[in-house]
């Protein structure tokens, strides 16, 4: 069987890759692609009997190549949500690896490939609906003795400092919030935020300029200003350019 890996984190992708190849060798590896653009062109391009899909990718979510391209290859999905969030992939007959991805799950989602010949067709739109993520359209933060709800377009960016998480609105002001910068990641949507390194998740619409840094990094410079300066880590900065607009 042929498979395409849609995957924008590299080293997830490799160990994929190599894990596949050890447990079923004869199966041909066509391709991995990182970002939406790239898996529409490749699907318009080539027809694998089953793809590996991010939720995740650089440039926004795996959910918009379907709206792109028809695909009728079963699909296995990568992901960091919980199973329960996940629970309809089941009933229509698609699998999901949580990451990080154990043996044991990959096992089960090779081998239900291997099952599923004859089974009736999926409808891509009815499980789009079910499973699509849903952000969060607000935030609850702490002023004083109050308790803010603040929307996700006033938001400018967040960004970590000790221990203590904080998001800051348009206008800069700063709110203590009671989660880790890990947590804000998932539930901010990612066409409209960018987590640049352990420190920042940057919005698209804050972003007043960049500038270039050591080793093809990139300083962010935003309006309102952060508190200290906000550079694109090493191994974000391509996946970044992408988001922003293929720099």
């Not at 994929?16 to 050890?22: C, E, I, K, T, Y």
Request: net charge negative.
């Amino acid at each position: 069987m042929k498979y395409l890996v849609i995957e924008d984190e590299p080293l997830a992708a490799e160990k994929l890759v190599r894990n596949v190849q050890r447990k079923r060798p004869e199966w041909y590896h066509l391709n991995t692609v990182g970002t939406v653009r790239e898996a529409v062109q490749e699907l318009l391009d080539t027809k694998p009997d089953f793809i590996f899909v991010d939720i995740h990718l650089s440039d926004g979510i795996s959910f918009q190549i379907f709206d792109q391209v028809e695909v009728q290859s079963p699909i296995i999905f990568t992901t960091a949500y919980d199973q329960y969030a996940l629970r309809a992939f089941r009933v229509n007959s698609i699998d999901y690896l949580l990451k990080p991805i154990v043996e044991s799950d990959l096992d089960r989602a090779l081998r239900k490939l291997e099952l599923r010949n004859g089974q009736p067709e999926i409808n891509w739109k009815q499980l789009q609906e079910q499973i699509r993520p849903r952000y969060k359209d607000r935030f609850l933060v702490s002023t004083g003795e109050r308790i803010k709800s603040l929307p996700q377009e006033e938001i400018a960016y967040f960004f970590a400092q000790g221990k203590h998480a904080f998001i800051t609105d348009v206008n800069g002001q700063q709110y203590l919030i009671d989660q880790t910068l890990t947590s804000l990641s998932e539930q901010v949507d990612p066409m409209k935020f960018f987590q640049i390194n352990r420190q920042f998740i940057i919005g698209i619409d804050c972003i007043k300029e960049m500038i270039p840094y050591s080793k093809g990094r990139l300083k962010v410079i935003t309006q309102p200003e952060t508190t200290t300066e906000a550079v694109v880590s090493v191994d974000k900065a391509s996946r970044f350019k992408e988001w922003i607009g293929g720099l």
